[in-house]
């Protein structure tokens, strides 16, 4: 690795550079950009090429920067500790056609428009692609315009993770994404303190594809909607995907997030579809969920076909908070929409009638009346029959306890891994199965731990090495009759004894593995695994028989 150290003078337009070369020698091609000033960011930022990082040293930057067609470049700051501020600026930096772009660690604030600006340059055949912000905060951004935090336009595979946004412009939003396509927005933080804010996270102009998972979004009572799926767009900004058009939101989800205050929870806008599950969404001002036409006399889908289930929906059902629960615009279907599995709990009138909410359909499975005891400033448990989800969307640490942690494996995603928790086997592509040693968990802020059903995975592979093999009949061998000692010690169904039951594991889980996905080599039935098997079928294994 190169590191290049930027000292800036004001002579000129000159900018002086000593480039330090590594112990690695000069076979490398990229490089460290340290900066420390103005002039060393703006030499970096316009220098910067693939696979370079420039890292900024704590203090204030100015905004306003411009960069087309940045590639494979990281911009964080060298400190994480102490990260570097970008402040000022129409825009803090506009990055326009980028490809493989991570910032990390960083602080945006003041910006007049938006703190953010990452877009496609105008040219729909290039969009800018994966793009990732981590760990990155924008603060006081706008003013009483369509001002945004982070504005996406024209963005594919991006990924949002724990971002906070702090106060933004008042017709503007948290994230506003136009025609941006195959993202995850995912435990971040989203608060605004105006009365007049307008939305905290909006995809529209033909955005396809994108999860909003495990966020906190938080609004004052009665102001603007919290989640969105769609909007209005200018006809020349939509940007679609698959060859799609007419519509301002495709293949919208939203899960797992905590959503306080606002005007609305939830709201469909021009889309035909969606899905809205397992979030906590406590006293919206005047409506739980919006479907509305806001393109109406346009050649453009009317609202219909969203789902809305498995939520817990808590509204003050009082003449100066609450309207009603679903409110429904002109030119849109809400007979096509479906309602299930909500819990809803109305705290002027806690009862059943109090709160069954009056909705365009019929809902399947609600619950009524029943006060979910959910502390959004805690760990939320969302049930599944794969297992639990638990989401810490919140700024403290939080705690859980599970009362049989033996029913559970740790899920952790490793390579390509994926997580849908909406599918009946959310655990797509490679998986770390680890059985939980432990019922009491800690969860960082803004975090998530997935708890897999035990019955799920293989709990016989005493040494850990993802597969069930002959080595981990050996452990259950040398433990047989003892003490139970967790599965190393061969107790594999974990109910304090090494016994017979724990060798009828091990020979139904021969085989497998516990890395779903992954490049295991699974052994085809040996001599050996024949031979026990007939012994237990005679009945005549004894401790003292080995492979």
């Known amino acids: 690795m190169k590191v290049r150290t930027l000292w800036g003078f004001s002579w000129g337009t000159v900018i002086w550079g000593i480039v330090v070369w590594s112990i690695w020698g000069t076979s490398a091609h990229a490089f460290d950009y340290l900066v420390s000033s103005d002039a060393e960011l703006t030499t970096a930022l316009n220098s910067a090429a693939q696979g370079d990082n420039i890292l900024l040293e704590p203090g204030i930057y100015s905004g306003g920067r411009y960069r087309l067609g940045l590639t494979g470049v990281t911009i964080r700051s060298s400190d994480p500790g102490n990260r570097a501020i970008i402040r000022g600026g129409i825009n803090g930096i506009q990055l326009s056609a980028p490809q493989s772009v991570t910032l990390e660690d960083l602080i945006f604030e003041q910006q007049t428009f938006n703190g953010i600006n990452i877009d496609d340059n105008g040219n729909l055949a290039t969009p800018a692609s994966d793009i990732t912000l981590r760990r990155v905060t924008f603060r006081d951004v706008g003013s009483t315009g369509n001002h945004d935090g982070v504005k996406l336009s024209g963005v594919r595979d991006f990924l949002l993770d724990q971002v906070e946004v702090f106060d933004w412009g008042e017709g503007g939003s948290a994230v506003d994404m ?12 989203f608060r605004d303190t105006d009365a007049n804010a307008a939305s905290g996270i909006r995809p529209k102009g033909g955005s396809k594809d994108i999860t909003i998972r495990a966020n906190r979004i938080e609004l004052p009572s009665g102001a603007g909607r919290a989640i969105q799926a769609g909007g209005s767009t200018g006809p020349q900004f939509f940007r679609f995907i698959d060859g799609d058009s007419d519509y301002e939101a495709d293949s919208i989800i939203a899960e797992g997030n905590v959503v306080l205050g606002a005007a609305s929870s939830f709201s469909f806008v021009n889309i035909d579809g969606g899905l809205f599950h397992h979030n906590y969404a406590e006293r919206p001002d005047r409506w739980n969920v919006r479907i509305l036409n806001e393109n109406q006399g346009n050649t453009i889908v009317d609202t219909q076909n969203g789902t809305v289930r498995d939520n817990v929906l808590v509204f003050n059902n009082t003449p100066s908070e609450y309207s009603q629960a679903v409110n429904i615009g002109p030119e849109t279907l809400p007979q096509s929409f479906t309602f299930s599995g909500n819990q809803w709990y109305n705290l002027a009138n806690p009862t059943v009638a109090g709160s069954t909410p009056q909705l365009p359909v019929a809902e399947t499975g609600g619950v009524y009346g029943v006060d979910p005891g959910i502390d959004p400033s805690g760990v939320i448990a969302w049930e599944f029959d794969w297992g639990t989800w638990l989401v810490n969307a919140s700024p403290q640490t939080g705690s859980y306890s599970i009362d049989e942690p033996t029913d559970f494996a740790l899920a952790e995603m490793i390579a390509d891994g994926e997580f849908t928790p909406s599918v009946a086997d959310p655990f797509v592509g490679s998986w770390n199965y680890t059985p939980l040693a432990s019922g009491e968990l800690q969860l960082e802020p ?27 009949y050996l452990a259950w061998q040398a433990g047989f009759g003892s ?20 060798l009828s594991l091990w020979e139904m889980q021969y085989g497998t593995t516990s890395v779903v996905g992954s490049q295991v080599s699974v052994p085809e039935p040996s001599v050996v695994f024949l031979l026990l098997a007939g012994l237990i079928a005679g009945g005549r294994l004894s401790r003292e028989l080995s492979v």
């Open 483 to 502: 003490a139970p000692s967790g599965l190393v010690g061969g107790d594999f169904n974990s109910d304090g004894s090494v016994d017979e039951a724990d």
């Open 178 to 189: 136009v025609g941006s396509h195959r993202g995850l927005i995912q435990n971040s933080y």
């Open 446 to 472: 803004f975090s998530q731990v997935i708890l897999r059903h035990d019955s799920s995975f293989p709990r016989a592979d005493a040494d850990g090495d993802g597969l069930v093999a002959g080595e981990d």
